[in-house]
């Protein structure tokens, strides 16, 4: 009896202090959040009264202009800080501890398929990315170039019959189905591409829409229950997530199955594609097929989205403004030389043809910044995160920051509405497209490249103007910076 007395006086000793030192942890990070701005919070539920957005995207930038910066906010117990100035920003994202991810994201981690590099937590992160690298270098980009030409022209083709119908037709859709073929060859090597077919780009960027849009309303929604998997699977979102996670997870196995049997026949020299440097990780025993799958979901994930955006708000931008389109042509002529404007398709641009694009690339940059594709970086603190000005954001709390507000900081972009590429001549610190620190963007080389080689052929070939206006376009957030209702051109070819 005794014993048993002991062993319960023991039990509940030790959850008395496990559960002091909670409180008093939570109690410290209460007072230190305390210095921060935010709406007022009350007891238990503490800010969430308001935030019952229903536009997240826009709740969060109206937030932060009424707050300033940082504006702190807890949903019941769970602390988060909105950042949307540089000043604070630069502390944060330039200090190499700040490399955790948002709890949140473990949603995503702890399923299969969906352990890359861009959800993972702090404790592995940098020796996954050092190990990846090699894969993002520069060299094995400009390889690339050919590929991002050659699917352009596909493009080029497809697009011929609205230049002669003079019809209006969604850019987005079909940006989307080119930049997922161009990335899906540089992933998966020329030999998957045997297979090209427009339904399985249909039903991949279904796939992904539907994962980026059920997690938003996971993360950033009022209702909690929806963080647990047990309650989340069970609702109709929850059993679109598990079939599109499925769907994702099934492309990426078919692609190494090919490229194993590929590298089983193939004799003498072949081209190196990124799913070959996983496969050479995967046989010396630094990956297993989990990582492989998470990877390649990964890349493609981070990589067509993000990309074909950035084409298309460049491609609206310049159709508002006519006079920087024609000399981003005009520079364009003497890199495709003789040829006449309609037969673009016949010259291949090469790594080097991009390094003269000098006028392309302001535009490119501009356009990024007023429309950054990935506007929101989302953080968690490992340790606590000492500012300049003596206040302290805790250890474990979530912190977004919003790229799109830090561009529009008149301090930085004077006129911060105005599209003014040449604004790019110098290096602007404040400007963040990719982010900054150790977890910033592993692809912005590629994505700047293929960006370039896309918006080369289709200025070269077409005159563009858009059906909308600068007021009429609605954002939808969902991880990435949509346009709600697509992005509408119609096309003239060059004489
Ligand atoms: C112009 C197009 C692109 C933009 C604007 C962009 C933007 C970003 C941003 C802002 C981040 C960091 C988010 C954060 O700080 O939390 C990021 C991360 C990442 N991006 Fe990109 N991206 C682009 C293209 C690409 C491409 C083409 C690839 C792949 C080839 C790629 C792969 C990744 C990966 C893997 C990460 C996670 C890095 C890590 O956590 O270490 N991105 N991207």
């Known amino acids: ?64 202009q009424q707050y300033g910066d940082p504006v702190r ?101 079909y940006m989307m189905t080119c930049l997922f073929h161009m990335v899906a060859r540089s992933d998966f090597g020329d030999t998957f591409m045997e297979n090209r077919n427009d339904n399985t780009a249909r039903q991949h960027m279904q796939a992904l829409h539907t994962i980026a849009e059920t997690l938003s309303k996971r993360i950033l929604g009022p209702n909690l229950l929806l963080r647990k998997d047990f309650i989340f699977f069970l609702t109709k979102d929850g059993k679109a997530t598990r079939k599109a996670g499925n769907t994702l997870n099934s492309f990426a196995l078919q692609a190494v199955e090919k490229r194993r049997l590929y590298r089983k026949t193939v004799t003498g020299e072949h081209n190196i594609c990124y799913l070959d440097i996983l496969l050479d990780l995967m046989d010396s025993g630094l990956m297993n097929e989990d990582d492989v799958i998470s990877e390649l979901n990964n890349f493609m994930g981070g990589a067509y989205d993000t990309t074909a955006l950035t084409i298309c708000w460049t491609l609206f931008l310049l159709a508002l403004n006519p006079q920087h389109q024609e000399k981003v ?7 495709f030389k003789s040829l006449p404007s309609s037969s673009s398709s016949e010259y291949t641009l090469t790594a080097n043809d991009t390094k003269e694009m000098k006028y392309l690339e302001l535009c490119l940059k501009e356009s990024l910044r007023l429309f950054p594709p990935a506007p929101i970086f989302p953080r968690s603190t490992v340790t606590d995160m000492k500012l300049d000005d003596g206040r ?40 963040m497209p990719f982010s900054m620190g150790v977890r910033n963007c592993i692809g912005q080389v590629y994505g700047m490249y293929q960006s370039k080689v896309v918006l080369a052929y289709l200025i070269r070939e077409f005159v563009w103007e858009t059906t909308e206006s600068w007021e009429s376009v609605e954002i939808a957030y969902q991880g990435l910076l949509y346009p709600k209702n697509g992005l509408h051109f119609k096309i003239k070819r060059r004489c």
């Not at 042509?329 to 890199?335: A, G, K, N, P, V």
């Open 1 to 64: 009896m005794a014993v048993v007395l002991l062993v319960i006086l023991c039990f509940t000793t030790l959850l008395c202090v496990r559960k002091w030192s909670k409180l008093t942890q939570y109690y410290r990070t209460f007072n230190l959040l305390e210095r921060f701005s935010g709406p007022p919070a009350y007891l238990l539920i503490g800010t969430v009264p308001y935030m019952l957005f229903t536009d997240f995207y826009k709740w969060a930038n109206a937030m932060c």
């Open 73 to 173: 906010f807890w949903r019941f117990g769970h602390p988060m800080i909105f950042i949307s100035s540089y000043k604070y920003a630069v502390q944060l994202l330039t200090k190499s501890n700040f490399n955790g991810k948002l709890q949140d994201l473990d949603m995503i981690y702890r399923h299969p398929g969906g352990k890359g590099l861009s959800t993972m937590q702090a404790d592995i992160h940098s020796q996954k990315r050092k190990m990846l690298a090699p894969a993002f270098s520069r060299a094995i980009v400009e390889g690339s170039v050919e590929a991002f030409s050659e699917e352009t022209k596909i493009l080029l083709n497809t697009l011929q019959k609205f230049a002669v119908t003079g019809d209006a037709f969604n850019m987005v859709d």
């Open 329 to 335: 042509y005009e520079e364009l002529q003497h890199i």
């Open 392 to 431: 302290i954001i805790p250890g474990k709390v979530d912190v977004l920051i919003f790229a799109n507000l830090i561009h529009r900081d008149p301090e930085y972009f004077p006129n911060p509405e105005k599209f003014d590429p040449e604004r790019h001549l110098e290096p602007i610190p404040a400007f």
